[in-house]
């Protein structure tokens, strides 16, 4: 009885954690971040084939989380600013040219990048 009990407890926060996946909002830039556990996984990289951003982060073939994105504007303006909630961030940007920072555990990484109309743009960082 516990045993079955604590599988429907795992699956329920397994549930619970894949059913919290959003679409967010940041000064008009929709964007999704997550992708802990192979559920979560699999529905934002469901969700995100639609987004014209695919952001990757791991450390020596582990997936991360918690680290900081900025993406920036040809005019140098602010479009995205978020801490990323696992290893995958989808971001809808319009096409153009950004430049992409990523930051945390020590290490900041900076991109130019080009969004182009009806493709995915992805970038992988990567830490040592």
Do not use: C
């Not at 919290?20 to 999704?32: P, Q």
């Not at 934002?44 to 639609?50: R, S, V």
């Amino acid at each position: 009885m516990n045993k079955i009990l604590l599988v429907l407890l795992m699956q329920g926060v397994l549930l619970a954690s894949v059913a919290a996946l959003e679409v967010e909002n940041f000064l008009g830039v929709s964007y999704i971040s997550g992708g802990v556990g192979i559920d979560e996984e699999a529905k934002i990289k469901e969700i995100g084939k639609h987004y014209s951003l695919q952001v990757l982060v791991a450390q020596q073939h582990k997936f991360l989380s918690d680290v900081a994105i900025t993406i920036i504007d040809d005019e140098n303006s602010l479009v995205l600013e978020v801490q990323m909630d696992g290893p995958y961030l989808f971001v809808n940007l319009e096409p153009g040219k950004y430049t992409l920072n990523a930051g945390g555990f020590g290490e900041s990484f900076s991109r130019k990048i080009r969004i182009k109309p009806g493709k995915q743009q992805k970038q992988v960082f990567s830490w040592p």
